[in-house]
């Protein structure tokens, strides 16, 4: 028998009586792994900024004769699967027939919590062969900083007495410098501005490792509304 250039195998017998008869099979040998050539999360391949809650993964897969399916896995940082799908293609399509790759783009967006997520993303082909793993993690980041500021200390005038957001007492009116303390909390932040009546003030932050805040005073020495 032979293998001819389109993968046919052809077989042929002759008996003694010159009698004979051929027989044909087509089949393809793949000896190629397929690749995972692209994974982005939000357009990015790595990103350590936090992220939005709906993130968009894109992968793009190819291989040199016929992809069976791409596989996407996004786990949380504990392990748990958060979403495993398969992109599978039926036995007509993602195949080769003039030598070139074949190549399919896929895409998902997900709705997600807070957290630390990785993604794996895996081609398999139609002769069983499958790809090296594609990896990348990203933060996911839908909680805004918790900021507060109250009146600290100073002298009351006593004729608008008000309360802090924590039902401390405080007054409208101060007869001396008002001390403000400010506090923010947040994993990721990225930068906190502080300004006296639209004037920014740079502050010396210092971390409470009991509230999990970080905290910083300031002073208004003017007379006048502060804002």
Not at 125 to 140: C, E, H, N, P
Not at 148 to 154: N, P
Not at 196 to 205: E, H, M
């Given at each position: 028998f032979d293998i001819d250039a389109n993968g046919i195998v052809n077989v042929s017998a002759t008996d003694k009586a010159t009698n004979s008869n051929t027989a044909a099979a087509t089949i393809k040998v793949d000896k190629t792994n397929p690749e995972v050539d692209a994974l982005t999360v939000n357009g990015y391949e790595y990103n350590s900024i936090p992220l939005p809650a709906v993130v968009v993964i894109k992968t793009t897969a190819s291989d040199n004769l016929a992809l069976a399916k791409v596989s996407i896995v996004v786990e949380s940082e504990d392990g748990t699967k958060r979403y495993p799908h398969d992109f599978e293609y039926d036995a007509m399509a993602?195949?080769?027939?003039?030598?070139?790759?074949?190549?399919?783009?896929?895409?998902?967006?997900?709705?997600?919590?807070?957290?630390?997520?990785?993604?794996?993303?895996?081609?398999?082909?139609?002769?069983?062969?499958?790809?090296?793993?594609?990896?990348?993690?990203?933060?996911?980041?839908?909680?805004?900083?918790?900021?507060?500021?109250?009146?600290?200390?100073?002298?009351?005038?006593?004729?608008?007495?008000?309360?802090?957001?924590?039902?401390?007492?405080?007054?409208y009116y101060y007869k001396s410098n008002v001390g403000v303390e400010?506090?923010?909390?947040?994993?990721?932040?990225?930068?906190?501005?502080?300004?006296?009546?639209?004037?920014?003030?740079?502050?010396?932050?210092?971390?409470?490792?009991?509230?999990?805040?970080?905290?910083?005073s300031y002073k208004s020495t003017a007379d006048g509304l502060h804002t």
């Open positions: 993602a195949v080769s027939d003039d030598g070139n790759k074949v190549i399919r783009d896929e895409e998902c967006a997900l709705n997600l919590s807070d957290g630390k997520y990785n993604v794996t993303v895996t081609a398999y082909d139609k002769s069983g062969r499958v790809s090296s793993v594609r990896a990348t993690s990203f933060i996911v980041d839908n909680t805004k900083p918790v900021v507060t500021a109250k009146v600290a200390d100073g002298t009351k005038g006593g004729k608008k007495p008000l309360t802090n957001f924590d039902g401390t007492a405080r007054d400010l506090t923010y909390a947040d994993a990721n932040i990225k930068e906190v501005i502080v300004t006296d009546n639209g004037n920014r003030v740079n502050l010396n932050w210092t971390y409470d490792s009991v509230t999990g805040k970080n905290v910083a």
